[in-house]
């Protein structure tokens, strides 16, 4: 069965940063799309950034691009996001997800809908 744990939230200051990393198993990395979506209390969840191995292509929130980076560790199975200059807009549960189907441009991954979901990581960003 496909599980995806992610870890590495925490709480930091403005301006600070924060490495999640999202482990993949019971799936075969070679080919999917995989993205971190979050969501704040009282808000919708939305798509920070995501990442397909059809196209290469990789995506993020207006709010994210510039400041975020996703990436991949093939060999980890492991899909990471370095977040940088945090805000406390930031602030939110974080969820690694996943999708077998190709997503692929101009489909933007972050408005797809994923098939497996992970437990959520918390990030507090203080002022």
């Known amino acids: 069965e496909v599980q995806l744990q992610a870890s590495g939230g925490g709480l930091v200051q403005t301006g600070g940063s924060l490495r999640l990393s999202c482990a993949v198993s019971g799936f075969d990395f070679d080919d999917y799309t995989i993205g971190w979506f979050r969501q704040a209390p009282g808000k919708e969840r939305e798509g920070a950034s995501c990442i397909s191995t059809t196209d290469g292509r990789s995506y993020y929130a207006d709010s994210a691009k510039g400041r975020f980076t996703i990436s991949r560790d093939n060999a980890k199975n492991t899909v990471y996001l370095q977040m940088n200059s945090l805000k406390p807009e930031d602030t939110a549960v974080y969820y690694c997800?996943?999708?077998?189907?190709?997503?692929?441009?101009?489909?933007?991954?972050?408005?797809?809908?994923?098939?497996?979901w992970g437990k959520g990581t918390q990030v507090t960003v203080s002022s």
């Open positions: 997800a996943l999708t077998e189907r190709v997503v692929a441009f101009p489909v933007n991954c972050l408005t797809y809908g994923m098939d497996y």
